[in-house]
């Protein structure tokens, strides 16, 4: 019976933990979101990328930027995790 428990209470715990695995993401407001899209859309429309394609890769940068950063830590991050997120979003520099 302590088995059970003991069980029951680990699987719990990671249970919880998978669900909040994504809680850095809802540490971005809808602002910050916006910001953060058409900077970066501005950014690859000046190298001379279409629209399009800025807004599907940058689309991408923000889901796995904001799923592993808050916006805080994002704003810090080096120029290889940022070329890391990009290759992630296969964007090749």
Do not use: F
């Not at 919880?16 to 994504?22: D, E, G, K, R, V």
Request: glycine share 2%; net charge negative; proline share 1%.
């Amino acid at each position: 019976m302590k088995n059970q428990i003991s069980t029951l209470a680990v699987v719990a715990v990671l249970l919880l933990t998978a669900c909040n695995s994504n809680s850095r993401s809802k540490s971005w407001t809808a602002d910050q979101e916006k910001q953060w899209k058409t900077e970066c859309i501005q950014m690859l429309v000046d190298k001379g990328v279409t629209d399009a394609v800025a807004e599907d890769h940058c689309d991408c940068m923000y889901h796995k930027t904001s799923d592993a950063y808050t916006p805080t830590e994002a704003a810090a991050l080096t120029i290889e995790q940022e070329r890391e997120l990009w290759r992630e979003c296969d964007y090749s520099w």
